[in-house]
């Protein structure tokens, strides 16, 4: 599974979103720190979900974020997100 599969499948399964994109823009950041020569380090994610009502900004990233954690642990770098509710 990539970790594109792995971040999508999380996502899906903590906040059931009525939109999900998930983007591996890693080779945007070749050559930068964090960068690896494989890639799925670098990735934006777009995503609404009825989870996120009532919930500040701050929040929903630090939701989504503690969720990666397993993810970041295994070489994701950055994680550009644009989270709402619908």
């Known amino acids: ?6 971040i999508e499948a999380k996502l899906n399964a ?3 979103p ?3 994109s998930v ?3 890693s080779h945007k950041h070749a050559g930068h720190a964090g960068a690896r020569p494989g890639g799925e380090t670098h990735f934006s994610i777009t995503i609404v979900s009825a ?3 009532g919930k500040t900004r701050v929040d929903i ?3 989504i974020n503690a ?5 970041f642990a295994q070489g994701l770098h950055a ?7 619908p």
């Open 51 to 53: 989870a996120f009502a």
């Open 67 to 71: 969720l990666m954690a397993e993810e």
């Open 1 to 6: 599974m990539t970790m594109r599969d792995r």
């Open 18 to 20: 009525s939109t999900l």
């Open 61 to 63: 990233h630090r939701a």
């Open 23 to 25: 983007v591996d823009d």
């Open 14 to 16: 903590a906040f059931a």
């Open 79 to 85: 994680l550009a997100i644009s989270a709402r509710a």
